[in-house]
């Protein structure tokens, strides 16, 4: 009994944020995602399944070929998802201080505390492995098959084969995080603190890259008998699937077939044995690696939880007066007055140092990349310096990766840096409201707008030639410094600081904001590309995105709802409050 409750208050740490509001249920989100997986799984079925039913004539030959490059494709996906739960939950895959708070006291032994984190954490990677093997282990193995001559036993063994590979797949890319996490803990000691939350935020970045890039990648990989691609761990686990499954579906009667089809059925059986006898022996590689994996996972694990961890002890923050000749500029010319330097580098830290908020801004960072990244990789092929030959779509990149990363934002200072530091707000608060979000609004622009814009700038250097990219970057600039500008309008709780109340029905009104902003996003880039034919029009374009960053702010004058009490937490739904004198 004691040890089910503690494998269930670990679990309800993975699903549990006290950040958020007492009446916010996380559980939903967590649905939400599972449901996801769930539909993912079943999307991709149906789509890679498709061809086989409309192949006219399908015969085992090319079926068998075709299978391989789409279990290619649920392994890597499978791996990828698996990778970025296990990042998600990076800070809580062991035990931390406030595990030491909860349970130090308590008369509990170390061992029962330890084997109930692992549990949890085992718990929780199966969990989402299952979630994203079980439909596609179903409907790919069914509908691939269905028009072919396949007794019932066999198609059982394809989708059993199918679902363990899966799961091992996905539990191997689970532990490998784990692995690498508990490895780096144990060589550094105290100093993986500092390199804990650099190697976390890369890891999204590049796990949801690679996750929306994986259609490319995949058809770049070459072949998976090449050597370079025997190297990768997804061609190991389909050389398991294919070892597994032997020739169950190649070696089924292939009947009678037009004299073409059956041209096309011999050279993809050859095709096919070629890679199954190359990639067959790689299975034992994979079964080497899910055990290496999982031991020496569990081995480090129990190593660095010999001891609960310490408790986090209190350190002077480091001061920015004086602290460097950048800190100082900044705060001589861009913020002068104490408030605005309070919001400015306080949101800087919580955008980078703050594990909430560098887990949101990382795998926006990773979406506004992957879209750049396709949409520039088209555009290289028209590169031109007229702008009206200029594809609309070019100079919409700009303005997606702005607006990914500026919505991200408008999350992040929804989320407290810690909601026990509200009554230090409380305390130090001084009415300054005005100056303190234009402090924000300064680490916003600093922050996200700037190095956008920097990082876009060489790839539109070359496509739009010096002229055009430096009149689209000031585009780029004045706009993330309006959008800025109409997000913090009247805002009514005080940025990073008030607990965080999940949005609305995101299911229902999701869609059309998404719809709402390619529109917008649509129409914008039309507008910017009439307006730098030339420079007068440019400049009325440029006044107008500057007066939408200046007015709202002019017209909202000081804000007094961020002075009321109501500004530092967000009251429970239903309840009145009298904010009286």
Known sequence: MRDRLLTQHFLQRFLENDLLSPEADSHDAIAMVCGGLLTLGLFLSIMTSMKFAFMPFQSPGRTALLAVGDRMVFV???MIVMSLVAVMAWDALSLDPRDTAIFGPLPIEHGVIVRAKLRAVGILAGGFALAISSLSSVFHPTLMVAKLPIGIPSALLLMLIHLAVMLAAGLFAFAAVVVLRELLRALLGARFSRVSPILQAVMIVALVTSFLLLPAILNRAGR?????ARLLPPVWFVGLHEALAGDIVATMPRGALPSRVAVQEDSAAARYRVIATAIRPLGWYAVLAIVSALT?????FFWNSRQLPLPLVGKWGRKYRGHGLLTRAVMFTLVRSPATQAGFF????CMFRSGPHRVVLAACTAVAISLSTVFLA?????????VWNVPLYLFSTQTIALTVLLAAFRHMTRLPADIRANRLFRLAWVADSGRFVAGVRRAA??????????????????LLGPRLALMHALSGFVLGAALISLMTYKSRQLPFVASYVPAGDLSTFGPVILVGWMIAVSVFSRIERFALADMQSAAIFWAVLAAATVLPQLAAGHNAQLDLPSAFEMPAQGTTRLDLG
Request: overall charge negative; proline content about 9%; aromatic content about 6%.
């Open 76 to 78: 890597a996906l499978a």
């Open 224 to 228: 998976p008998e090449s050597a370079a």
């Open 296 to 300: 020496l996972g569990i081995a480090l």
């Open 346 to 349: 306080f949101t800087l830290e």
């Open 378 to 386: 088209a555009a290289s092929r028209s590169a031109t310096a007229e």
């Open 445 to 462: 622009v600093v922050g996200i707008v700037v190095p956008v814009i920097v990082a876009l700038l060489p790839p539109y250097l070359y």
